[in-house]
Structure formats: C-alpha cells, structure tokens
T-cell receptor
Framework: DARVTQTPRHKVTEMGQEVTMRCQPILGHNTVFWYRQTMMQGLELLAYFRNRAPLDDSGMPKDRFSAEMPDATLATLKIQPSEPRDSAVYFC???????????FGPGTRLLVL | SQQGEEDPQALSIQEGENATMNCSYKTSINNLQWYRQNSGRGLVHLILIRSNEREKHSGRLRVTLDTSKKSSSLLITASRAADTASYFCATDTSGNTPLVFGKGTRLSVIA
C-alpha cells in the first residue's frame, strides 16, 4: 500500500556537519510537510509545500535549515551546520484534498553530538 | 500557537476498560482529526469529524464534537495492550493553513 518513505531512518553526526534528510511523498499527493518532534517541544511544523511550492517555512531556523522539493517525488530537509539542539525525530507527511488529512512517514531520528 | 490541547496528558488503564481523551480548541474549525502514534513511529490518521457532525464511530473508536464548547472527545472501548500509544487531535481551521496538532495524550493499557 502507498506510504511516505524517509531516509535515512537514523543519523548520528557531529556538530558542524551537514545533514540531509529525504522524503518520498505518496504518489499523487500535492502537499508535503516537515515536522520536528522532541519530548520538550512536541510536534513542531517546520515547513510545507503545495504543488512543490513552499507555502510556509516560518517554523524553521532560517540560518541553518533549508527545505526543497526538487521534484514531485522528492522533498529534502537540510541542516548546515548541525548543532546538538537539532537532535530530534524529523517527520515528513504528505496529503491531498480539502480535508487536509496527513500521512506520515516513519521519521528520521537525528542525533548531533 | 497551540490550537488543540489534549487532556489528560497521560492516562493509564487496565485492558478491557474504556479510555477517554479530550481535546479543546480555540477557533472555529472545518474539521477535527485524531491521530495515533506508536512509540518510534509516525502518526497515523484514525478518524475525522466535520464541524457539522456531532458523533462518529469507527470500530472501537467513538469521537464526539461539541462546537459550542470547542471540544472533542475520543473514546476507545474495550481497550487492548496494542492501543498503548500517544493520541493527538488536529484541527483544520480555514484556507491554506495546515492542520494544527496538539501535544497529545499518552495512553498506557496494562494487560
């Protein structure tokens, strides 16, 4: 059945390194979301796209985070340089239609040392 | 700002009991959705209730919506250990704004 896929599932890196997370939305879905989840802050919306165009990235630290959709089957979230406070689980979700139901990927668990 | 707030933050019950979680929100909505998140997994959509609906059922799930009180409840009947998860409400307000998720209720069902 159709699923959102995310790679990598786990990433351990050192402070200052670049991190790239990838997401393949469900085929035919026109909206893609990036979330960050931590115990302290819960689920935070970082950015989202509709028809590959960025609609809102106000939840993202602009100086180090960037999100793109090179094509309809790939969304990327980059952190450069990474910091220990970026350690979290990053989720991608996709959706379609007016009722805005979202379908989440399994997440990328990031640990920055 | 948080639109939906779940209550309680955590709930522990025995298998076979019913579990009730509540969600309150602040502004008018088009619909309200409930999601489940198992440990280490992504959120999974459970059920959607539209603003003109008062109650909806799906299997062992029952959702109610009271727009006058700006609140919703999720009832899981005859709970099972496999229902152990976090449950989130999410509200759809208007236009291009995406769903706004609450902080969730952590449910533990003890066998």
């Amino acid at each position: 059945d159709a699923r959102v896929t995310q790679t990598p599932r786990h990433k351990v890196t050192e402070m200052g390194q670049e991190v790239t997370m990838r997401c393949q939305p469900i085929l035919g879905h026109n909206t893609v979301f990036w979330y960050r989840q931590t115990m302290m802050q819960g689920l935070e919306l970082l950015a989202y796209f509709r028809n590959r165009a960025p609609l809102d990235d106000s939840g993202m630290p602009k100086d180090r985070f960037s999100a793109e959709m090179p094509d309809a089957t790939l969304a990327t979230l980059k952190i450069q340089p990474s910091e220990p406070r970026d350690s979290a689980v990053y989720f991608c979700a996709s959706g379609i239609g007016g009722e805005k139901t979202q379908y989440f990927g399994p997440g990328t668990r990031l640990l920055v040392l | 700002s948080q639109q939906g707030e779940e209550d309680p933050q955590a709930l522990s019950i025995q298998e076979g009991e019913n579990a009730t979680m509540n969600c309150s929100y602040k502004t008018s909505i088009n619909n309200l959705q409930w999601y489940r998140q198992n440990s280490g997994r992504g959120l999974v959509h459970l059920i959607l209730i539209r603003s003109n609906e008062r109650e909806k059922h799906s299997g062992r799930l029952r959702v109610t919506l009271d727009t006058s009180k700006k609140s919703s409840s999720l009832l899981i009947t005859a709970s099972r250990a496999a229902d152990t998860a976090s449950y989130f409400c999410a509200t759809d307000t208007s236009g291009n704004t995406p769903l706004v998720f609450g902080k969730g209720t952590r449910l533990s069902v003890i066998a």
